[in-house]
């Protein structure tokens, strides 16, 4: 069988995405780790349709996810600009596994590199 199409989910796949965040967050702002986690709606609070999956599935914007975030740890409109910083740093480093594994699944029968990356955005 000829595997023609290899799709990643980037988030927690090839790149950490938000992934302990929580820690950094805790020490940046001094509110209790598990509040933040609560708030993100990451684990151990991830449920089905959640904050964090509507804005994986974008039913939710960056936006409203941060201002629903913000809301629920009591935090101001003033800590946004840490949370945008927090945020992208987590995507800013891919895991080490991730150049090989790409450069890996990308090669054809030929050895020739076959790899196509689309980014979709909202």
Do not use: W
């Amino acid at each position: 069988m000829l595997i023609k199409t290899v799709v990643f989910d980037l988030s927690e796949v090839l790149i950490p995405g938000l992934i302990g965040i929580e820690k950094r967050l805790e020490e940046l702002t001094e509110k209790p780790r598990d509040l933040i986690a609560r708030a993100l709606g990451s684990y151990p609070y991830h449920e089905i349709d959640n904050v964090l999956e509507s804005l994986l599935k974008g039913k939710l914007s960056y936006q409203e996810y941060r201002s629903q975030f913000l809301t629920s740890t009591g935090l101001s409109e003033s800590d946004a600009d840490t949370f945008d910083a927090e945020c992208l740093k987590m995507f800013e480093t891919p895991y080490a596994h991730t150049e090989d594994l790409l450069r890996r699944v990308s090669q054809n029968q030929r050895g020739q590199s076959n790899l196509i990356v689309h980014i979709v955005t909202n």
